[in-house]
Protein backbone atom coordinates (compact mmCIF):
# COMPACT_ATOMS: atom_id res chain seq x y z
CA UNK A 1 0.00 0.00 0.00
CA UNK A 2 1.50 3.46 -1.21
CA UNK A 3 1.99 6.06 1.64
CA UNK A 4 0.55 9.55 1.75
CA UNK A 5 2.00 12.21 1.46
CA UNK A 6 0.64 13.22 4.67
CA UNK A 7 1.97 10.82 6.45
CA UNK A 8 5.45 11.50 4.97
CA UNK A 9 5.21 14.89 6.08
CA UNK A 10 4.03 13.79 9.56
CA UNK A 11 7.01 11.37 9.95
CA UNK A 12 9.23 14.54 9.38
CA UNK A 13 8.12 16.37 11.84
CA UNK A 14 8.52 14.08 14.26
CA UNK A 15 12.28 13.95 13.52
CA UNK A 16 12.42 17.25 13.17
CA UNK A 17 11.33 18.09 16.97
CA UNK A 18 13.07 14.74 17.87
CA UNK A 19 16.32 16.58 15.75
CA UNK A 20 15.37 20.05 17.68
CA UNK A 21 15.22 18.25 21.03
CA UNK A 22 18.20 16.55 20.81
CA UNK A 23 19.79 19.83 19.55
CA UNK A 24 18.61 21.67 22.70
CA UNK A 25 20.30 19.30 25.06
CA UNK A 26 23.78 19.37 23.00
CA UNK A 27 23.19 23.10 23.36
CA UNK A 28 22.17 22.94 27.44
CA UNK A 29 25.55 20.59 27.58
CA UNK A 30 27.73 22.82 26.04
CA UNK A 31 26.09 25.78 27.88
CA UNK A 32 27.17 23.34 31.53
CA UNK A 33 30.60 22.51 29.91
CA UNK A 34 31.65 26.79 29.08
CA UNK A 35 30.22 27.41 32.87
CA UNK A 36 32.51 24.95 34.41
CA UNK A 37 35.60 26.12 31.83
CA UNK A 38 34.45 29.77 32.93
CA UNK A 39 34.36 29.39 36.38
CA UNK A 40 37.45 27.29 37.41
CA UNK A 41 40.57 28.65 39.19
CA UNK A 42 43.08 27.11 37.44
CA UNK A 43 43.64 27.57 33.85
CA UNK A 44 42.47 24.83 31.45
CA UNK A 45 43.95 24.14 27.63
CA UNK A 46 42.42 21.50 25.27
CA UNK A 47 44.77 20.02 22.31
CA UNK A 48 44.75 18.17 19.35
CA UNK A 49 46.79 15.36 19.20
CA UNK A 50 49.08 17.63 16.86
CA UNK A 51 49.03 19.87 20.12
CA UNK A 52 47.11 22.69 18.44
CA UNK A 53 44.94 24.71 21.11
CA UNK A 54 41.54 23.93 20.40
CA UNK A 55 39.96 25.36 23.84
CA UNK A 56 41.08 27.72 26.46
CA UNK A 57 39.54 28.84 29.31
CA UNK A 58 39.25 32.96 30.94
CA UNK A 59 42.37 32.29 33.43
CA UNK A 60 44.37 30.59 31.28
CA UNK A 61 44.28 33.35 28.71
CA UNK A 62 45.06 35.23 32.15
CA UNK A 63 47.94 33.58 33.22
CA UNK A 64 49.41 33.34 29.57
CA UNK A 65 48.77 37.05 28.93
CA UNK A 66 46.76 36.53 25.79
CA UNK A 67 43.33 36.01 24.83
CA UNK A 68 41.03 33.28 23.60
CA UNK A 69 41.16 34.06 20.18
CA UNK A 70 44.93 34.60 19.84
CA UNK A 71 45.65 30.76 21.31
CA UNK A 72 43.00 28.97 19.73
CA UNK A 73 44.66 27.14 16.59
CA UNK A 74 48.20 28.32 17.93
CA UNK A 75 50.69 25.39 18.65
CA UNK A 76 51.35 24.48 22.54
CA UNK A 77 55.18 24.67 22.44
CA UNK A 78 54.77 28.49 19.77
CA UNK A 79 52.64 30.10 23.81
CA UNK A 80 54.91 28.05 25.62
CA UNK A 81 58.78 27.97 24.42
CA UNK A 82 60.11 26.05 27.02
CA UNK A 83 62.85 23.37 26.21
CA UNK A 84 61.58 21.38 29.33
CA UNK A 85 58.27 20.95 28.36
CA UNK A 86 59.02 20.17 24.85
CA UNK A 87 61.00 17.48 26.04
CA UNK A 88 58.11 16.07 28.33
CA UNK A 89 56.10 15.89 25.01
CA UNK A 90 58.24 14.29 23.32
CA UNK A 91 58.84 11.37 25.67
CA UNK A 92 55.38 11.06 26.32
CA UNK A 93 54.49 11.01 22.83
CA UNK A 94 57.37 8.29 22.12
CA UNK A 95 57.63 6.33 25.18
CA UNK A 96 56.32 2.82 25.05
CA UNK A 97 52.56 2.17 25.93
CA UNK A 98 52.49 5.98 25.92
CA UNK A 99 52.39 7.87 28.77
CA UNK A 100 49.37 9.22 30.24
CA UNK A 101 50.44 11.93 32.95
CA UNK A 102 53.10 14.21 33.66
CA UNK A 103 53.11 17.31 36.00
CA UNK A 104 56.22 20.22 35.37
CA UNK A 105 56.99 23.69 37.04
CA UNK A 106 57.97 26.61 34.80
CA UNK A 107 58.85 29.68 34.53
CA UNK A 108 57.94 32.73 32.10
CA UNK A 109 60.17 35.52 30.92
CA UNK A 110 57.03 37.32 32.67
CA UNK A 111 58.49 35.82 36.00
CA UNK A 112 55.13 34.36 36.50
CA UNK A 113 55.76 30.67 37.88
CA UNK A 114 53.23 27.96 36.62
CA UNK A 115 52.37 23.93 37.45
CA UNK A 116 51.63 22.00 34.10
CA UNK A 117 49.78 19.10 34.60
CA UNK A 118 49.57 17.50 31.17
CA UNK A 119 47.02 14.47 30.29
CA UNK A 120 46.16 11.97 27.33
CA UNK A 121 43.23 12.30 26.50
CA UNK A 122 42.15 8.44 25.77
CA UNK A 123 43.28 6.36 22.31
CA UNK A 124 45.22 9.62 22.02
CA UNK A 125 42.68 12.16 20.64
CA UNK A 126 44.42 14.75 22.53
CA UNK A 127 45.82 16.60 25.20
CA UNK A 128 44.10 18.71 28.59
CA UNK A 129 46.66 20.88 30.61
CA UNK A 130 45.53 22.14 34.02
CA UNK A 131 47.89 25.06 34.61
CA UNK A 132 48.41 26.32 38.54
CA UNK A 133 49.49 29.87 39.07
CA UNK A 134 52.50 28.94 41.61
CA UNK A 135 54.39 32.31 41.80
CA UNK A 136 53.71 33.69 45.07
CA UNK A 137 54.51 29.70 46.48
CA UNK A 138 58.08 30.14 44.15
CA UNK A 139 58.52 32.92 45.74
CA UNK A 140 58.62 32.31 49.16
CA UNK A 141 60.15 29.09 48.60
CA UNK A 142 63.13 31.16 46.67
CA UNK A 143 63.81 33.41 49.67
CA UNK A 144 63.49 30.46 52.36
CA UNK A 145 66.51 28.82 49.78
CA UNK A 146 68.20 32.01 49.85
CA UNK A 147 68.18 32.10 53.70
CA UNK A 148 69.00 28.73 54.19
CA UNK A 149 72.17 28.65 52.18
CA UNK A 150 73.10 32.22 53.30
CA UNK A 151 72.52 31.37 56.90
CA UNK A 152 74.18 28.04 56.50
CA UNK A 153 77.91 29.91 54.75
CA UNK A 154 77.25 32.73 57.11
CA UNK A 155 77.99 30.22 60.24
CA UNK A 156 80.09 27.44 58.71
CA UNK A 157 82.89 30.44 58.50
CA UNK A 158 83.10 31.17 61.47
CA UNK A 159 82.71 28.14 63.56
CA UNK A 160 85.53 26.62 60.80
CA UNK A 161 87.34 29.39 62.84
CA UNK A 162 86.21 28.02 66.33
CA UNK A 163 87.04 24.56 65.08
CA UNK A 164 90.89 25.28 64.25
CA UNK A 165 91.37 27.40 67.31
CA UNK A 166 90.38 24.43 69.16
CA UNK A 167 92.58 21.97 67.58
CA UNK A 168 95.45 24.06 67.94
CA UNK A 169 94.86 24.66 71.67
CA UNK A 170 94.34 20.85 72.32
CA UNK A 171 97.61 20.46 70.69
CA UNK A 172 100.28 22.79 71.92
CA UNK A 173 98.54 22.41 75.42
CA UNK A 174 98.34 18.91 75.61
CA UNK A 175 99.11 17.66 79.22
CA UNK A 176 99.95 21.13 80.20
CA UNK A 177 96.26 21.97 81.42
CA UNK A 178 94.22 20.96 84.47
CA UNK A 179 91.93 17.85 83.96
CA UNK A 180 88.90 20.61 84.29
CA UNK A 181 90.49 22.57 81.26
CA UNK A 182 91.26 20.01 79.34
CA UNK A 183 87.42 18.86 79.86
CA UNK A 184 86.40 22.28 78.75
CA UNK A 185 88.19 21.84 75.22
CA UNK A 186 87.16 18.51 74.39
CA UNK A 187 83.45 19.91 75.21
CA UNK A 188 84.24 22.60 72.38
CA UNK A 189 85.42 20.11 70.13
CA UNK A 190 82.05 17.85 70.48
CA UNK A 191 80.03 21.25 70.49
CA UNK A 192 81.93 22.33 67.37
CA UNK A 193 81.24 19.11 65.33
CA UNK A 194 77.81 19.03 66.26
CA UNK A 195 77.40 22.19 65.26
CA UNK A 196 79.33 21.73 61.65
CA UNK A 197 77.11 18.51 61.14
CA UNK A 198 73.96 20.49 61.41
CA UNK A 199 75.24 23.31 59.53
CA UNK A 200 76.07 21.13 56.70
CA UNK A 201 73.12 19.07 56.43
CA UNK A 202 71.17 22.53 56.26
CA UNK A 203 73.54 23.24 53.02
CA UNK A 204 72.96 20.12 51.14
CA UNK A 205 69.39 21.12 51.84
CA UNK A 206 69.69 24.23 50.05
CA UNK A 207 71.99 22.84 47.18
CA UNK A 208 68.95 20.54 46.29
CA UNK A 209 66.37 23.17 46.33
CA UNK A 210 68.68 24.96 43.93
CA UNK A 211 68.94 21.83 41.46
CA UNK A 212 68.05 22.11 37.99
CA UNK A 213 65.12 19.71 37.34
CA UNK A 214 65.36 19.15 33.84
CA UNK A 215 69.55 17.41 34.96
CA UNK A 216 67.82 14.10 35.56
CA UNK A 217 69.05 11.78 32.65
CA UNK A 218 72.57 11.51 33.36
CA UNK A 219 73.04 7.93 33.38
CA UNK A 220 74.22 6.43 37.06
CA UNK A 221 75.57 3.21 38.46
CA UNK A 222 74.35 2.54 41.34
CA UNK A 223 76.88 -0.24 42.40
CA UNK A 224 79.80 2.55 42.33
CA UNK A 225 77.20 5.27 44.07
CA UNK A 226 76.25 2.95 46.58
CA UNK A 227 80.04 2.08 47.21
CA UNK A 228 81.16 5.78 46.93
CA UNK A 229 78.60 6.55 50.02
CA UNK A 230 79.79 3.64 52.50
CA UNK A 231 82.95 5.12 51.73
CA UNK A 232 81.89 8.31 52.61
CA UNK A 233 80.37 6.62 55.73
CA UNK A 234 82.81 4.48 57.19
CA UNK A 235 84.79 6.46 59.59
CA UNK A 236 81.07 7.19 61.48
CA UNK A 237 80.18 3.56 60.80
CA UNK A 238 84.03 2.72 62.85
CA UNK A 239 83.61 5.28 65.48
CA UNK A 240 79.69 3.93 66.50
CA UNK A 241 81.12 0.00 65.89
CA UNK A 242 78.67 -0.54 63.27
CA UNK A 243 79.09 -3.25 60.63
CA UNK A 244 78.34 -2.12 56.98
CA UNK A 245 77.59 -5.39 54.43
CA UNK A 246 76.62 -4.60 51.38
CA UNK A 247 75.34 -7.29 48.57
CA UNK A 248 73.97 -6.59 45.19
CA UNK A 249 72.47 -9.28 42.99
CA UNK A 250 71.95 -7.54 39.84
CA UNK A 251 72.50 -7.69 35.92
CA UNK A 252 72.65 -3.44 35.13
CA UNK A 253 72.73 -1.30 37.44
CA UNK A 254 72.30 1.68 35.33
CA UNK A 255 69.51 4.64 36.35
CA UNK A 256 69.10 7.84 34.56
CA UNK A 257 68.68 10.64 37.09
CA UNK A 258 71.34 13.51 38.64
CA UNK A 259 74.28 11.93 40.60
CA UNK A 260 74.33 14.68 43.64
CA UNK A 261 70.87 14.02 44.46
CA UNK A 262 71.06 10.18 44.36
CA UNK A 263 74.12 10.38 46.12
CA UNK A 264 72.66 12.70 48.96
CA UNK A 265 69.75 10.52 49.01
CA UNK A 266 71.99 7.26 49.72
CA UNK A 267 74.01 9.44 51.98
CA UNK A 268 71.05 10.36 54.11
CA UNK A 269 69.61 6.81 54.67
CA UNK A 270 72.65 5.36 55.48
CA UNK A 271 73.45 7.81 57.93
CA UNK A 272 70.15 7.61 59.69
CA UNK A 273 70.60 4.25 60.07
CA UNK A 274 74.57 4.53 61.43
CA UNK A 275 72.70 7.59 63.72
CA UNK A 276 70.23 5.42 64.79
CA UNK A 277 71.60 2.03 64.94
CA UNK A 278 72.83 -0.32 68.14
CA UNK A 279 76.22 0.42 69.43
CA UNK A 280 77.95 -2.51 68.09
CA UNK A 281 75.28 -3.52 65.73
CA UNK A 282 74.62 -4.13 61.82
CA UNK A 283 73.20 -2.42 58.79
CA UNK A 284 72.87 -4.50 55.68
CA UNK A 285 72.47 -3.06 52.01
CA UNK A 286 70.80 -4.75 49.29
CA UNK A 287 71.11 -3.77 46.02
CA UNK A 288 68.30 -6.14 43.65
CA UNK A 289 66.18 -5.93 40.85
CA UNK A 290 62.35 -6.13 41.32
CA UNK A 291 61.12 -6.10 37.64
CA UNK A 292 61.88 -2.66 35.74
CA UNK A 293 62.68 -1.80 38.84
CA UNK A 294 65.75 -1.72 41.17
CA UNK A 295 65.09 -2.27 44.68
CA UNK A 296 67.82 -1.15 47.03
CA UNK A 297 67.09 -2.02 50.98
CA UNK A 298 68.69 -0.79 54.25
CA UNK A 299 68.23 -2.49 57.20
CA UNK A 300 69.47 -1.70 60.36
CA UNK A 301 69.29 -3.51 63.72
CA UNK A 302 68.58 -0.15 65.83
CA UNK A 303 66.31 1.64 68.38
CA UNK A 304 63.41 1.45 65.66
CA UNK A 305 60.66 3.76 65.04
CA UNK A 306 57.16 4.31 67.00
CA UNK A 307 54.63 2.90 64.76
CA UNK A 308 52.07 5.63 65.13
CA UNK A 309 55.44 8.12 64.01
CA UNK A 310 55.82 6.60 61.16
CA UNK A 311 53.25 8.35 59.20
CA UNK A 312 55.26 11.73 60.30
CA UNK A 313 58.84 10.47 59.58
CA UNK A 314 59.33 12.07 56.45
CA UNK A 315 58.04 15.66 56.81
CA UNK A 316 60.73 18.37 57.60
CA UNK A 317 62.36 19.51 60.94
CA UNK A 318 60.58 16.07 61.93
CA UNK A 319 61.90 14.55 64.81
CA UNK A 320 61.37 10.95 66.19
CA UNK A 321 60.85 11.15 69.63
CA UNK A 322 62.48 14.42 70.39
CA UNK A 323 63.21 13.84 74.04
CA UNK A 324 64.89 10.77 73.62
CA UNK A 325 67.30 11.87 70.40
CA UNK A 326 67.70 15.69 70.97
CA UNK A 327 71.35 14.68 71.71
CA UNK A 328 71.58 13.22 67.96
CA UNK A 329 72.80 15.12 65.24
CA UNK A 330 70.97 17.17 62.60
CA UNK A 331 67.72 18.80 62.05
CA UNK A 332 65.64 16.33 60.48
CA UNK A 333 65.87 16.80 57.06
CA UNK A 334 67.56 13.89 56.00
CA UNK A 335 64.23 11.77 55.61
CA UNK A 336 62.48 14.71 53.91
CA UNK A 337 65.18 15.18 51.58
CA UNK A 338 65.70 11.61 50.76
CA UNK A 339 61.73 11.16 49.83
CA UNK A 340 61.74 14.48 47.44
CA UNK A 341 64.93 13.38 45.70
CA UNK A 342 63.04 9.72 44.71
CA UNK A 343 59.89 11.31 43.76
CA UNK A 344 61.93 13.45 41.13
CA UNK A 345 63.36 10.48 39.88
CA UNK A 346 60.10 8.73 39.62
CA UNK A 347 61.02 6.14 42.36
CA UNK A 348 59.22 5.26 46.08
CA UNK A 349 60.43 5.02 49.62
CA UNK A 350 58.74 3.50 52.26
CA UNK A 351 60.06 2.39 56.12
CA UNK A 352 58.92 -0.13 58.05
CA UNK A 353 60.06 -0.24 61.62
CA UNK A 354 59.59 -2.00 65.36
CA UNK A 355 60.26 -0.06 67.83
CA UNK A 356 63.41 -1.69 69.93
CA UNK A 357 63.97 -3.89 66.87
CA UNK A 358 65.09 -1.98 64.04
CA UNK A 359 64.13 -0.10 60.68
CA UNK A 360 64.09 -1.03 57.10
CA UNK A 361 64.12 1.40 54.25
CA UNK A 362 63.30 0.19 50.92
CA UNK A 363 64.16 2.78 47.83
CA UNK A 364 62.71 1.42 44.29
CA UNK A 365 63.94 3.41 41.57
CA UNK A 366 63.31 2.72 37.69
CA UNK A 367 65.61 1.05 35.47
CA UNK A 368 67.65 3.09 33.04
CA UNK A 369 66.02 2.25 28.91
CA UNK A 370 68.23 -0.36 27.13
CA UNK A 371 69.45 1.47 23.99
CA UNK A 372 69.62 -0.90 21.05
Known amino acids: MNRQ ?7 QDDIFQEEKVNGKN ?18 MLAMNDSYEILEANPVVCCLLESTRENLIGQKLTKVIDDSGLKKRLNRME ?13 ELTTGRAL ?5 LISKSRG ?44 SELSGKLEPKAE ?11 RMSNTIEELIRFAKLQHQELDRLDVPVSLEKMIKDVLASIDDKSSTNKIQLHYCASVGSDIVTGNPFMLFTLLHHVLDNAIVFGKNGGRVEIQLKEDRSLFAISIVDNGIGIPAAEIKSIFTSFYQVEEHKTRNRDGLGLGLAIAKCIVELHHGHISIDSTLGKGTTCLIRLPQAPILN
Open 5 to 11: PSEFAYD
Open 115 to 119: RLSVS
Open 127 to 170: YVIIIHDITAEKRSENLKNAFLSILSHELRTPLNGILISQQILS
Open 94 to 106: TSPGRQKFFCLDL
Open 183 to 193: QFLGYMEKSGK
Open 26 to 43: LEIANQKIQAVLNNMTDG
